[in-house]
Protein backbone atom coordinates (compact mmCIF):
# COMPACT_ATOMS: atom_id res chain seq x y z
CA UNK A 1 0.00 0.00 0.00
CA UNK A 2 1.15 3.39 -0.42
CA UNK A 3 0.44 6.86 1.17
CA UNK A 4 1.22 10.76 0.45
CA UNK A 5 1.77 13.27 2.80
CA UNK A 6 1.40 17.27 1.58
CA UNK A 7 3.27 19.00 4.03
CA UNK A 8 1.08 22.20 4.22
CA UNK A 9 -2.19 22.62 4.10
CA UNK A 10 -2.45 26.24 3.30
CA UNK A 11 -0.07 28.44 1.33
CA UNK A 12 -0.34 32.06 0.63
CA UNK A 13 1.27 33.97 -1.52
CA UNK A 14 2.08 36.95 -3.22
CA UNK A 15 1.42 37.47 -6.94
CA UNK A 16 4.50 36.73 -9.21
CA UNK A 17 6.20 35.52 -5.88
CA UNK A 18 7.46 31.68 -6.53
CA UNK A 19 6.05 28.63 -4.76
CA UNK A 20 6.51 25.40 -3.55
CA UNK A 21 3.91 22.54 -2.51
CA UNK A 22 5.85 19.63 -0.83
CA UNK A 23 4.49 15.85 -1.18
CA UNK A 24 6.14 12.98 0.32
CA UNK A 25 4.91 9.27 -0.35
CA UNK A 26 5.64 6.36 1.10
CA UNK A 27 5.75 2.73 -1.14
CA UNK A 28 7.41 -0.31 -1.03
CA UNK A 29 7.33 -0.73 -4.87
CA UNK A 30 7.83 1.89 -7.77
CA UNK A 31 5.06 4.33 -7.95
CA UNK A 32 3.65 6.68 -10.42
CA UNK A 33 3.31 10.10 -9.28
CA UNK A 34 0.67 12.87 -10.10
CA UNK A 35 -0.20 16.29 -9.13
CA UNK A 36 -3.69 17.57 -9.92
CA UNK A 37 -5.71 21.21 -9.55
CA UNK A 38 -8.45 21.70 -8.35
CA UNK A 39 -9.75 24.87 -9.51
CA UNK A 40 -12.87 26.18 -7.25
CA UNK A 41 -16.51 24.44 -8.05
CA UNK A 42 -14.58 22.98 -11.18
CA UNK A 43 -13.46 19.19 -11.97
CA UNK A 44 -9.85 17.62 -11.38
CA UNK A 45 -7.06 18.53 -14.11
CA UNK A 46 -3.81 17.45 -14.27
CA UNK A 47 -0.69 19.40 -13.86
CA UNK A 48 2.27 17.21 -14.34
CA UNK A 49 3.04 13.42 -13.88
CA UNK A 50 6.09 11.36 -13.21
CA UNK A 51 6.19 7.60 -14.78
CA UNK A 52 9.83 7.22 -15.61
CA UNK A 53 12.91 8.93 -16.95
CA UNK A 54 14.08 12.64 -16.03
CA UNK A 55 13.39 13.07 -12.86
CA UNK A 56 12.27 16.76 -13.09
CA UNK A 57 8.87 17.10 -14.79
CA UNK A 58 7.63 20.31 -16.60
CA UNK A 59 3.78 21.03 -16.69
CA UNK A 60 0.87 23.00 -17.72
CA UNK A 61 0.81 26.54 -16.54
CA UNK A 62 4.72 26.96 -15.86
CA UNK A 63 4.58 24.07 -13.01
CA UNK A 64 7.55 21.57 -12.72
CA UNK A 65 7.83 19.04 -10.00
CA UNK A 66 11.17 17.10 -9.31
CA UNK A 67 11.17 13.41 -8.32
CA UNK A 68 13.63 12.49 -5.85
CA UNK A 69 13.93 8.76 -4.83
CA UNK A 70 15.85 8.92 -2.22
CA UNK A 71 13.78 11.16 -0.22
CA UNK A 72 10.45 9.69 -1.56
CA UNK A 73 9.51 13.06 -2.75
CA UNK A 74 7.65 14.90 -5.15
CA UNK A 75 7.96 18.76 -4.60
CA UNK A 76 5.83 21.08 -7.07
CA UNK A 77 7.32 24.61 -8.10
CA UNK A 78 6.35 27.59 -9.95
CA UNK A 79 8.72 30.54 -9.62
CA UNK A 80 5.83 33.22 -10.48
CA UNK A 81 2.90 32.66 -9.70
CA UNK A 82 -1.15 34.57 -10.92
CA UNK A 83 -4.16 35.24 -9.08
CA UNK A 84 -5.64 32.55 -11.42
CA UNK A 85 -3.54 29.71 -10.05
CA UNK A 86 -5.36 30.37 -6.89
CA UNK A 87 -6.83 26.48 -6.38
CA UNK A 88 -6.42 23.59 -4.18
CA UNK A 89 -3.26 21.36 -5.05
CA UNK A 90 -3.68 17.48 -4.71
CA UNK A 91 -0.27 15.09 -5.00
CA UNK A 92 -1.48 11.37 -5.46
CA UNK A 93 0.53 8.20 -6.40
CA UNK A 94 -0.41 5.19 -8.06
CA UNK A 95 1.12 1.87 -8.73
CA UNK A 96 0.33 -0.66 -12.18
CA UNK A 97 -3.17 -0.60 -10.87
CA UNK A 98 -3.59 3.45 -11.62
CA UNK A 99 -5.81 3.60 -8.41
CA UNK A 100 -4.83 6.95 -7.69
CA UNK A 101 -3.98 7.79 -3.38
CA UNK A 102 -4.17 11.13 -2.97
CA UNK A 103 -2.81 14.07 0.07
CA UNK A 104 -4.90 15.67 2.12
CA UNK A 105 -4.46 18.94 -0.38
CA UNK A 106 -3.02 22.33 -0.04
CA UNK A 107 -4.75 25.21 -0.61
CA UNK A 108 -2.78 28.01 -2.30
CA UNK A 109 -4.44 31.76 -2.23
CA UNK A 110 -2.33 34.45 -4.53
CA UNK A 111 -3.14 38.04 -3.13
CA UNK A 112 -1.97 40.31 -5.39
CA UNK B 1 -7.59 12.35 -23.19
CA UNK B 2 -10.67 11.48 -22.42
CA UNK B 3 -14.43 12.88 -21.99
CA UNK B 4 -16.31 12.34 -18.87
CA UNK B 5 -19.72 12.91 -18.65
CA UNK B 6 -21.27 12.53 -14.82
CA UNK B 7 -25.49 12.65 -14.30
CA UNK B 8 -26.87 14.54 -11.62
CA UNK B 9 -24.52 17.54 -11.59
CA UNK B 10 -25.73 18.09 -8.02
CA UNK B 11 -28.78 16.83 -5.99
CA UNK B 12 -30.17 17.30 -3.00
CA UNK B 13 -31.93 14.19 -1.36
CA UNK B 14 -33.26 13.03 1.72
CA UNK B 15 -31.90 10.45 4.55
CA UNK B 16 -33.05 7.20 4.05
CA UNK B 17 -33.30 7.28 0.03
CA UNK B 18 -30.80 6.18 -2.58
CA UNK B 19 -28.86 8.49 -5.92
CA UNK B 20 -28.40 6.68 -8.96
CA UNK B 21 -25.41 8.25 -10.59
CA UNK B 22 -24.50 7.93 -13.83
CA UNK B 23 -20.88 8.31 -15.55
CA UNK B 24 -20.61 7.89 -19.50
CA UNK B 25 -17.19 7.86 -20.97
CA UNK B 26 -16.42 9.53 -24.61
CA UNK B 27 -14.50 6.21 -25.52
CA UNK B 28 -14.47 2.09 -24.79
CA UNK B 29 -12.05 2.01 -21.32
CA UNK B 30 -11.25 -1.62 -19.18
CA UNK B 31 -11.51 0.25 -15.90
CA UNK B 32 -13.58 2.98 -14.54
CA UNK B 33 -13.11 4.00 -11.05
CA UNK B 34 -15.36 6.08 -8.35
CA UNK B 35 -13.71 8.28 -5.64
CA UNK B 36 -15.34 10.50 -2.85
CA UNK B 37 -14.40 13.61 -2.14
CA UNK B 38 -15.88 15.28 1.48
CA UNK B 39 -16.56 18.41 2.33
CA UNK B 40 -13.00 19.97 2.66
CA UNK B 41 -11.10 16.50 1.93
CA UNK B 42 -8.81 14.61 -0.54
CA UNK B 43 -10.36 11.92 -2.56
CA UNK B 44 -10.48 8.50 -2.00
CA UNK B 45 -11.28 5.43 -3.59
CA UNK B 46 -14.81 3.90 -3.07
CA UNK B 47 -14.31 0.43 -5.93
CA UNK B 48 -13.03 -0.49 -9.49
CA UNK B 49 -15.52 -1.20 -11.52
CA UNK B 50 -14.47 -3.40 -14.42
CA UNK B 51 -17.26 -4.88 -17.35
CA UNK B 52 -18.06 -8.20 -16.93
CA UNK B 53 -17.19 -8.14 -13.11
CA UNK B 54 -18.31 -8.05 -9.54
CA UNK B 55 -16.50 -4.38 -9.25
CA UNK B 56 -13.64 -4.49 -6.43
CA UNK B 57 -14.31 -2.65 -3.48
CA UNK B 58 -11.86 -0.54 -0.92
CA UNK B 59 -11.51 -0.82 2.70
CA UNK B 60 -14.07 0.83 4.23
CA UNK B 61 -16.65 0.54 1.52
CA UNK B 62 -19.27 -1.61 0.80
CA UNK B 63 -21.06 -3.51 -2.02
CA UNK B 64 -24.48 -2.95 -0.13
CA UNK B 65 -23.83 0.65 0.67
CA UNK B 66 -22.68 1.56 -2.92
CA UNK B 67 -23.79 -0.56 -5.81
CA UNK B 68 -21.94 -0.59 -8.68
CA UNK B 69 -23.25 -1.50 -12.28
CA UNK B 70 -20.67 -1.40 -15.54
CA UNK B 71 -23.21 -3.01 -18.12
CA UNK B 72 -20.67 -1.95 -20.80
CA UNK B 73 -17.09 -0.50 -21.85
CA UNK B 74 -17.87 3.14 -21.90
CA UNK B 75 -20.62 3.34 -19.05
CA UNK B 76 -21.38 2.74 -15.39
CA UNK B 77 -23.28 3.68 -12.21
CA UNK B 78 -22.75 3.62 -8.50
CA UNK B 79 -25.42 3.98 -6.24
CA UNK B 80 -25.41 5.72 -2.74
CA UNK B 81 -27.86 3.67 -0.90
CA UNK B 82 -30.03 4.42 2.01
CA UNK B 83 -28.37 7.74 2.74
CA UNK B 84 -27.15 9.82 5.76
CA UNK B 85 -25.79 13.27 6.18
CA UNK B 86 -22.47 11.78 6.29
CA UNK B 87 -22.85 10.76 2.50
CA UNK B 88 -22.75 14.41 1.62
CA UNK B 89 -19.70 14.64 -0.95
CA UNK B 90 -18.85 14.81 -4.12
CA UNK B 91 -18.26 11.61 -5.91
CA UNK B 92 -16.45 11.17 -9.16
CA UNK B 93 -15.74 9.01 -11.75
CA UNK B 94 -12.63 8.25 -13.38
CA UNK B 95 -10.70 6.68 -16.02
CA UNK B 96 -7.51 5.73 -16.88
CA UNK B 97 -5.66 6.40 -20.80
CA UNK B 98 -1.77 5.82 -20.58
CA UNK B 99 -1.46 5.49 -16.53
CA UNK B 100 -3.34 9.17 -17.02
CA UNK B 101 -6.43 9.53 -14.78
CA UNK B 102 -9.37 11.92 -16.52
CA UNK B 103 -12.22 12.74 -14.08
CA UNK B 104 -15.27 13.73 -14.87
CA UNK B 105 -16.98 17.05 -13.07
CA UNK B 106 -18.49 14.91 -9.99
CA UNK B 107 -21.95 15.14 -8.84
CA UNK B 108 -22.14 16.85 -5.61
CA UNK B 109 -24.60 15.43 -2.94
CA UNK B 110 -26.59 16.80 0.03
CA UNK B 111 -28.51 14.46 2.29
CA UNK B 112 -30.85 16.63 4.25
Known amino acids: ?112 | SAVISQKPSRDICQRGTSLTIQCQVDSQVTMMFWYRQQPGQSLTLIATANQGSEATYESGFVIDKFPISRPNLTFSTLTVSNMSPEDSSIYLCSVDRGAEAFFGQGTRLTVV
Not at chain 1, 82 to 90: K, L, M, N, P, V
Open chain 1, 1 to 112: AQSVTQLDSQVPVFEEAPVELRCNYSSSVSVYLFWYVQYPNQGLQLLLKYLSGSTLVKGINGFEAEFNKSQTSFHLRKPSVHISDTAEYFCAVSQYDYKLSFGAGTTVTVRA
